[in-house]
């Protein structure tokens, strides 16, 4: 059985981050939406993943009348530090004008960007399967999906906003040769750790055995990161192991607790381009990713979202294309410049520790230009608006 009766300005495919902030700056602004999401709702406000929004994203939050998606679950404020080769260094963190950022894990966000666009009225459909965005370059797009009595039904709409990652059906549905993949792999990987443990101490440490990080990711939930090669395999790393060796790279005692998820992660940065194809737009992971060493992935998704959304409201209201028409290469001038910052300081923190990855030359070069973002306000600057996002 088919229904053709549904007809709507945007059909939204993911409800992530970036479908989600797309679907509340629409619904606010008098635009339909339909959200379609192949997951239930409890997977999806369970995964956990980055866990920042930076200044960027606080800023515009607010400024959309959305700040309220930032409250709840908030995580204990807690000293954070910066260690080399074990010593701690003398930075203070809480003196950037810039920076107005905030922890707030992925899961807690997607749950409160949920609540407000359900309490809204908004049309959020989960465990939509076997999704298929058709008729995107021409004027009438449609989605088909199964419903979960195993219906089939389409809905129709002017836009289809591809939100639902890297390996999501949206950029795959792009005939071959459209798209031009842009990809650098950094040659080494991260063990991510999600552990039932306060994050103490919390920050990141440079050592000659490789990098490590300790980011609070709820009041007794850490997320762990260990640089190590990319060929390693999780049987490497028994639980045991991942302690002492977190201990050794910060140089000082940390929290253990049981380590309820980890996984490898080769780090790599990726831009497809163009960001979009006729009505089909491509949002969020779906069109590139950053190494997570940046942690730009939440600030880049919500960056196209509101690109996007401004765009679709000024062509409903204006009956002008010219911002929809622009979309990718609006964005994609932002993606690049924060690959470039992604890039610049996942090299630098990475290559400053362990010098068999890139050789002590790169290792003493990196040190260089720590030694510089110390020393220099004019360096030091461009890095705080960078990390903030207002660059």
Known sequence: MTDMTDRT??????????????GNFLLRNGIGCVILEKHGRAHVEARQRAGTIDSFGV???????????????????????????????PVDFGDDDHDDSLFCPQQVLVRNLTDVFLREGGDLRFEAADVSPEGCDGDHPTVRYRDTTGATRVVACDFVAGCDGDRGVSRTTIPAGVLTRHSHEFGYAWLSVLAEVPAHPS???????????LIPRGANASRLYLQC????????????????ELEARFGTPVA??????????????????PMSHGRLHLLGDAAHLV???????????????????????????????SLVDAYSETCLRHVWNYQAFATWITELMHNAGDASYAGEFRKQVARAELERQFTSPAANRLFSELSAGVN
């Open 203 to 213: 920050g990141m440490a440079i050592h000659s055995r490789g990098l490590a990080g």
């Open 256 to 273: 253990t607790g049981r380590i309820v998820d980890k996984r490898l992660v080769p780090l790599r940065g990726v831009v497809h381009s």
């Open 9 to 22: 300005a945007v059909v939204v495919v993911g409800a992530g981050v970036a479908g989600l902030a797309l």
């Open 59 to 89: 800023r515009m939050f607010r400024e959309w009348g959305l700040g309220e998606v930032l409250e709840g679950d908030p995580i204990p404020e807690a000293r954070s530090g910066f260690w080399i080769d074990g010593e701690e260094m």
């Open 229 to 244: 090669p990319p060929g390693d395999t999780l049987e490497q790393w028994p639980d045991e192991r991942i302690w002492s």
């Open 291 to 321: 190494p997570p060493m940046s942690a730009k992935g939440i600030h880049l998704a919500l960056h196209d979202a509101e690109v996007f959304a401004r765009a679709v409201i000024h062509q409903v209201r204006e009956d002008d294309p």
